[in-house]
């Protein structure tokens, strides 16, 4: 079975750029997150999709971050305009439908890490 | 809110030796739990999860954590450790029965001395 996708692994940019991750979870998910990983830190939870709705996004920092699940297969996350506290490792996640012995458990994609100059 | 605390930032032991990593919680009603590991330049793997029933829940690698609700803890063990087990060590905690999501804390760098 595959795994969560991510690309690019790595992104440098200036502040004031524009960014874009893409995020291809594991075939058959319905539920797909995207976390921010700040060094020295746990991941935090940015949004959280099921399917293509939005379940969650209350700490996504919508002025500036967006995300989207067409399809409810993969999903992008855009940063614009990027700042310097934009730098981490943005981790994508998923999981299937709650439910049997794999409920609550989520798969992590290797990560994007962004530098922002 | 939920929240977690590992309160060592790094764990040292010598290979073969057992192995703890601390974890404690906070959350209302019943925790969901859990344990990943992150190797570097890696995304995190699951490892073993406490939703209910047991209090001693194996996982993978030999690894095992006991949920104690009382200290409201959730410590992962492994009786001889691996210099493979060095890596960085992630509790989670969600709210039981809710739709939020988990809340992971800030690691636990684990270094398995040969």
């Known amino acids: 079975e595959a795994g969560v996708a991510q690309s690019p692994r790595y992104k440098i940019i200036e502040k004031r750029q524009s960014v874009a991750f893409w995020c291809n979870p594991i075939?058959?998910?319905?539920?797909l997150y995207w976390y921010q990983q700040i060094l020295g830190q746990g991941p935090k939870l940015l949004i959280q999709?099921?399917?293509?709705?939005?379940?969650?996004d209350s700490q996504l920092p919508k002025d500036r971050f967006s995300a989207e699940r067409l399809k409810g297969v993969d999903s992008t996350l855009k940063i614009q305009p990027a700042k310097l506290e934009d730098s981490a490792v943005y981790l994508c996640?998923?999981?299937?439908?709650?439910?049997?012995?794999?409920?609550?458990?989520?798969?992590f994609g290797p990560g994007t890490r962004l530098t922002v100059t | 809110a939920q929240s977690v605390a590992q309160p060592e930032d790094q764990v040292k032991v010598a290979e073969g030796n057992p192995l703890t990593v601390k974890c404690t919680y906070s959350?209302?009603?019943?925790?969901?739990l859990f344990w990943y590991v992150q190797y570097p330049n890696r995304g995190l793997q699951f490892l073993l999860k406490?939703?209910?029933?047991?209090?001693l829940v194996k996982g993978s690698y030999g690894f095992e954590a006991e949920f104690n609700k009382s200290q409201t803890s959730f410590h992962l063990k492994k009786p001889s450790a691996l210099v493979s087990d060095s890596a960085l060590y992630f509790c989670?905690?969600?709210?039981?029965?809710?739709?939020?999501?988990?809340?992971f804390g800030s690691g636990t760098q684990l270094t398995v001395l040969p």
């Open positions: 996640a998923s999981s299937p439908l709650s439910g049997g012995p794999l409920a609550y458990e989520q798969y």
């Open positions: 075939s058959g998910h319905a539920t």
């Open positions: 999709f099921q399917n293509n709705g939005v379940v969650d």
């Open positions: 959350v209302s009603g019943n925790p969901y």
């Open positions: 406490y939703i209910t029933g047991d209090n």
């Open positions: 989670a905690v969600r709210q039981g029965g809710s739709a939020r999501q988990l809340t």
